[in-house]
């Protein structure tokens, strides 16, 4: 277990060294905030241009009944929660990209350098290798997920809006649902190259299927994990239904690395 964890802590170091992973990270954070900036200008102009028609006596909307008014303010409150649904699909899918390219890196670069050889030559077995590896991914993605989540609950702090109550449980599943497209391009990326790996991961839910298809109900179920219908709804999920999809996960997540480790046995290290 100590040398997994080994393993592990050197895989994040590596991976924090790596400029295009800094630079995913960075460029995902920064497209957060400016999306976030837009919202914030868009939500003030609406609530400035609202403000000034209850002012003008000439306006139709100072003639509003007051149960008009309670239903505008009810449409501003959609709204805000509209605006959370954009500022979370953005957070994810920014945590998506930089997912992909973590896992599908993390044992093929080792490969492709020779570097697995150093490790392998020490009383290192191939599985620890691959968990570490995996384990160190999962950090780097836990430390995402923590600062976007970080960042939409000060977005909502900040422009004063109604925090949806979808958000409860928006972090938690966002992130098993980036372990989940990581351990995918983790194993395909044992029989192909990392950038073919990923684009075919991307495809690999049973989204792109109806249920009258076979593959929908043989390939993994990412859509379950987003919960945009809820944020914008204002809507909290059930928690045993939390539970079902992270046991749901975990269930995935182990058979992909099963099969991982079954292929990284089998493959010649030159």
């Known amino acids: 277990m100590n040398r997994t964890l080994l393993i592990a802590a050197d895989s994040i170091r590596a991976l924090l060294h790596k400029r295009l992973l800094v630079g995913l990270m960075v460029a995902s954070i920064a497209l957060t905030v400016v999306v976030s900036m837009m919202f914030s200008t868009a939500r003030e102009s609406m609530t400035e241009s609202f ?8 306006s139709p909307t100072a003639k509003m009944t007051e149960k008009e008014k309670r239903q505008f303010k009810e449409s501003m409150e959609e709204a805000s929660f509209g605006f959370q649904m954009g500022f979370y699909f ?6 998506t990209i930089v997912a992909l390219f973590i896992f599908s890196t993390a044992i093929s670069s080792e490969i492709r350098s020779g570097t697995i050889r150093v490790t392998l ?20 993605m836990a430390a995402y997920t923590a600062v976007a989540s970080i960042a ?25 649902k980036h372990l989940m497209l990581g351990a995918v391009a983790m194993l395909l990326s044992l029989f192909m190259h990392p950038i073919v790996a990923s684009a075919i991961t991307l495809f ?16 993994p179920s ?16 059930d928690v045993a239904d939390v ?8 269930d995935f997540v182990v058979v ?5 480790l079954w292929r990284l046995r089998k493959k010649e290290i030159v």
């Not at 403000?51 to 000439?58: E, N, R, S, Y």
């Not at 009383?123 to 780097?140: D, E, N």
């Not at 939409?152 to 098993?176: D, G, N």
């Not at 992909?256 to 991982?260: F, I, P, V």
């Open 51 to 58: 403000a000034v028609q209850i002012d003008d006596p000439k």
């Open 90 to 95: 953005v957070a994810s899918f920014g945590g």
């Open 121 to 140: 030559a020490k009383p290192v077995s191939r599985t620890q290798f691959l968990v570490g590896k995996y384990l160190g991914a999962v950090a780097v």
């Open 152 to 176: 939409m609950v000060a977005f909502t702090h900040t422009q004063r809006i109604e925090l949806s109550p979808a958000l409860t449980y928006v972090p938690w599943l966002m992130f098993w």
């Open 204 to 219: 690999t839910g049973n989204g792109f299927y109806s249920d009258r298809n076979p593959l929908y109900y043989l390939l």
């Open 222 to 237: 990412y859509g379950d994990f987003d919960l945009y219908r809820e944020v914008f709804s204002g809507t909290l999920m």
């Open 243 to 250: 539970g079902w999809l992270t046991l749901y996960a975990i």
């Open 256 to 260: 992909m690395l099963l099969l991982a």
